[in-house]
């Protein structure tokens, strides 16, 4: 998330009154977000040794740590007995929830020419374009963008909170809710089916491009981008953080794990399981998901077993 206005290490200092401020730096902090989506400027939060790298590497200013380490060059370390949730008083004072009073928030702006089937919630600061049409029971959550000559079927959530939950060991509630200031943006001549679910980002943005057509119950996780002219048929499933590219192709009940990439032109066949980012311009399938062809030459052989067993216990030669 970047916030509207620039703010001072200082105003930082003082929300967040670390137990020891590491390094110095000489500018204004513009964002928050976490490790997945940092940008230049931003606050983000680290409380896990094997992300330390990770997060020392990208284009944090401030780091909201749990531990002294060394001097990292451009950046300060705030060392906090809980940089989590610091992290997360951050998230609710920039992006705090505001309740709706109506079906239509008086905020929200929505384009010439867009029909607003009854039923339809549309939350605060909402942003549609010209000629969409949202059908009935479909429900806007706060901040989304929606493109021009969109269409999203009855019944679809868009912009609902992000799957991110922090692990709390030794509290009553083990996990905490890592509160959500990104959004969902969909651009111009989408159509999204019924009953599906397209998470808003944690910190940074859910993307779905423009051309691209989902449909029914179908679910995008928080903060996965989704490229140009994609089509995703039934059931797919997304989880957070994926990136997949232009023209890509998934079949009814595909499942694809979280921070993945997946190439251009990508077609994964149905009932297939995504658990590794998958190169361009080819064709997969199976669980777990691999080149189309080898596993249908697998499958082949699968089917022969009974045959080659009884050849083998009769001591019968086999067949090429």
Aim: contains cysteine; glycine residues 10%.
């Amino acid at each position: 998330m970047k916030f509207e206005k620039s703010i001072t290490i200082d105003w930082v200092k003082e929300f967040v009154k670390p137990k020891k401020i590491i390094g110095s730096i000489d500018k204004e902090i513009t964002g928050i977000n976490e490790v997945h989506k940092i940008t230049d400027g931003d606050i983000t939060f680290v409380n896990v040794a094997k992300y330390y790298d990770k997060t020392f590497e990208s284009d944090a200013a401030i780091v909201l740590i749990n531990e002294e380490t060394a001097e990292q060059e451009g950046k300060l370390l705030f060392v906090c007995d809980d940089p989590a949730g610091e992290f997360i008083k951050l998230s609710k004072h920039f992006r705090p929830f505001e309740s709706a009073s109506k079906a239509i928030s008086d905020s929200a702006e929505i384009g010439e020419g867009t029909i607003i089937q009854p039923n339809v919630f549309v939350g605060n600061h909402v942003k549609i374009g010209k000629n969409c049409i949202i059908h009935p029971g479909v429900s806007i959550y706060d901040h989304s963008i929606i493109g021009d000559n969109v269409i999203i079927q009855s019944n679809t959530v868009i912009g609902g909170d992000a799957f991110y939950f922090i692990r709390r060991n030794g509290k009553k509630l083990l996990y905490d809710k890592l509160e959500n200031t990104g959004r969902t943006i969909i651009h111009d001549d989408v159509e999204i089916g019924a009953c599906c679910t397209i998470d808003k980002g944690a910190s940074g943005d859910t993307i779905i491009g423009a051309g691209s057509k989902f449909d029914n119950y179908i679910h995008i996780g928080h903060g996965t981008v989704v490229g140009r002219n994609c089509l995703f048929a039934a059931q797919v499933g997304v989880a957070g953080k994926v990136n997949i590219g232009n023209n890509v192709i998934l079949y009814g009940q595909v499942g694809v794990s979280k921070d993945l990439d997946i190439g251009d032109n990508t077609i994964v066949l149905a009932k297939s399981g995504v658990g590794k980012s998958l190169p361009g311009g080819k064709v997969w399938f199976g669980i777990p998901v691999q080149d189309a062809k080898d596993k249908m030459e697998e499958l082949v052989w699968v089917k022969r077993i009974p045959e080659l067993w009884d050849k083998m216990k009769n001591g019968l030669e086999f067949d090429d």
